[in-house]
């Protein structure tokens, strides 16, 4: 199916563990995109690529890792969990860096 | 921070009423973008316009866009109860577009 996916859609966790979220898109846009949204912050960007191979950090990267070996996935993986990044994830994808974004699902994350 | 600042926090009105949202930003721009977000989805795109457009309409949505004052405004005209959801914008320039905290929209039947 074309578009954007996200898995897990739902995570548990404990803190101290490695969490690594998914997401993929099957149009091979060039940009992609992970945010975190967070009552009373809205959408907060944690990082971006622009093409297989670059990323770049966005407005909160600590505590965050990311990697882009194919054009069409970009996972996300908190190395060592807390509680603080208990958060819901979105994963966007785009053709450039300054147009309109397409959005997964979102994975809503719980560090206990 | 280049992100879009919304305003207001929080809207309710009845249904057929018009719905209007303000967003303002600090850079210049190459277009500005409104998305909704309904209760635990993710963003959809509503409309971009570009820096050259003043106004842009699409079915309910009218979107307008001074530069000179560095703002925008989404008007949903006769809001439906479907309407109900948060409403973001974002700006695309010579960065990497940032969104602000959105306004929530509650259209009551």
């Known amino acids: 199916d074309a578009g954007i996916t996200q898995s897990p859609r739902y995570k548990i966790t404990e803190t101290g563990r490695q969490v690594t979220l998914m997401c993929h898109q099957t149009?091979?846009?060039?940009?992609m995109f992970w945010y975190r949204q967070d009552l009373g912050h809205g959408l907060r960007l944690i990082y971006y690529?622009?093409?297989?191979?670059?990323?770049d950090k966005g407005e909160v990267p600590d505590g965050y890792v990311v990697s882009r070996s194919k054009t069409e996935n970009f996972p996300l993986t908190l190395e060592s969990a807390t509680r603080s990044q208990t958060s819901v994830y979105f994963c966007a994808s785009s053709d450039s860096d300054y147009n309109e974004q397409f959005f997964g699902p979102g994975t809503r994350l719980t560090v206990l | 921070s280049q992100q879009g600042e919304e305003d207001p926090q929080a809207l309710s009105i009845q249904e057929g009423e018009n719905a209007t949202m303000n967003c303002s930003y600090k850079?210049?721009?190459?277009?500005l973008q409104w998305y909704r977000q309904n209760s635990g989805r993710g963003l959809v795109h509503l409309i971009l316009?570009?820096?050259?457009?003043r106004e842009k309409h699409s079915g309910r949505l009218r979107v307008t866009l001074d530069t000179s004052k560095k703002s925008s405004s989404l008007l949903i005209t006769a809001s439906r109860a479907a309407d109900t959801a948060s409403y973001f914008c974002?700006?695309?320039?010579?960065?990497?577009?940032?969104f602000g905290r959105g306004t929530s929209l509650i259209v009551h039947p």
């Open positions: 690529s622009a093409a297989a191979d670059i990323t």
């Open positions: 850079t210049s721009i190459n277009n």
């Open positions: 316009i570009r820096s050259n457009e």
């Open positions: 974002a700006t695309g320039g010579s960065y990497i577009p940032t």
């Open positions: 149009w091979s846009h060039s940009y």
